[in-house]
């Protein structure tokens, strides 16, 4: 076991730390241990927040002390190491398919990141769609995803001047890292495309398109058919799709 | 004017500085990148539900600094409680921390905040907003909850539930229960998670010297000015959870309280946390307000959140000596709706 740390966060806050880096092994077990959470624990665990490398729980210290829940924790941390070994373990995650239309007016900064490279258009949008990208964890606004795993081969810094209104869907890159904003927000990150499916719609009975622990894949769309998925979207018919990864 | 509607309703005549719906916020989806949001005051927001014997998480009205007016289109229990923004009911004055009847066609006026931030408006019934994600919380910022996801609006026309639950008599919170809100307050904080960051004079100089509020103060969180927090090496972290009271100091070595709107995650180190109890005296203070940090242990820190609990225990049954309900008088009124029209039935259990 390589040691987690259990952190103070306030009389209803415990936070499980599992290391201090971006790293994939570290964000699973992270996740694998929320999951657990969820499925293992009484009343007392109210919610729990996963991030890149640590779980912040939140509990009711007066149904269950802090040190009982962290012997819990430590005891299903131990045992999912044990399952997994030092590596990443094995388990099915879910790849969500995101329909983005590249370039043009929905990609203003597109043609920006392929001079950026030294790469053609065609270039960037093959290699942002050629693999699931793990969505390490949801913040900034409802629903944002922090992904890992894009190629610095397409790299590219943020605006020296933020956008006001960056519209919901977009799909940008900031340095090494690539993302979508959920809901129409201000953002310094370079635009590429959109997508017209929805990540958040608090309406819909699943408000939220991803969780945290999923792998996005981007798939490039056409104009056509990006006014089509959006149609449907608007219509309430369209059901994103949705595969497994075999983890491990 | 409705007629034969589910509800009653009131109407927005002012909507002062800036007002919202909130409860006890919209937990359960901080996974999801979804902030809490609800009331920044739970005390405040908790003790005017009790005085208008609304059920818990019932929605309320926040108002801030400059309070907002209404008008009410049917005879509407209210209760007000936290900031006093001098309240009249049709130009007159209504104690703070009370439940009152406000007539049919009558206005409820708030004026500026003479002490505290933020006051509470319950209503017997609570606001009839949609639920969303499992709160009627306003966060104006992804423009979810409240009504349209927004601050109050002048014309704003809302609905109260109707509760058929035992009529509840007007109520006055006792004493003991008021807080006195204060210009200097103390605070007290857990350390950690990322308190080992710091120096350790540091560390000493945070909890020995006073902090002023910034205007920077709002439902999102708190910038402090004082003597500037060291840290050891880096002030940013990998980005992690923000609890609710996590005091952030960035490079610049200036505290940031988040509050009720924070975002869920931040990437600078925490040195503490606000423990809950204490929020309530924090949303009540204003900018230029000055602030004391108090370290404590985690066992005062759980007993602290036992005795907010038990007092609300308190302030319910400090109520159950009432004639409605003593010994001998089990008297009960019930409001009874025939045909239209509204009758209040008094029973009374008579034993031999």
Sequence with gaps: MNGIKLLQAGEQGLVVEFGNIIDEVVNIKVHRLAKQLAQDSGSAILEVVPTYRSLLVYFDPLECSRRELGELITRLALAGEAAGGASSGRDAANIVHIPVCYGGEFGPDLDFVATHNNLTVDQVIAIHTSTPYLVYMLGFTPGFPYLGGMSEQIAAPRLEKPRVKIAAGSVGIAGSQTGLYPVESPGGWRIIGRTPIEAFNPEHPNPFLFAAGDYLQFKAVSRDEFGAIRREVAAGAYRPEITSLQRG | MKVNSMFNSFTTINPGFYTTIQDEGRWGYQAYGMPVAGAMDRYAYRVANLLA????????????????????????????????????????????????????????????????????LALRGGIQVPSVLGSRSTYTRAKVGGLQGRALQQGDSLDIGRDFGREVRPRVLAAAFIPRYAQQIGIRVLPGPQDDMFTTEATATFFRSEYTISDEADRMGYRLEGPKISHVGKADIVSDALPLGAIQIPAHGMPIIMMADRQTTGGYAKIGTVIGPDLTKLAQAKPGDKIRFQKITEPEAVEALRQERESYLRILSSWEETPESAPGGCKRTLKVAVQGVEYNVEIEEISD
């Design chain 2, 53 to 120: 014997g609304n059920q818990a998480n019932a929605a309320t009205i926040e108002m801030t600094m400059l309070g907002a007016a209404f008008k009410f289109d049917e005879n509407q229990l209210v209760a007000i409680g936290g900031a006093d923004m001098q309240a009249k009911l049709d130009g007159e004055s209504v104690s703070n921390w009370s439940s009152f009847l406000a007539p049919k066609g009558s206005e409820l006026r708030f004026g500026y905040a003479v002490s505290g931030c933020r006051a509470y």
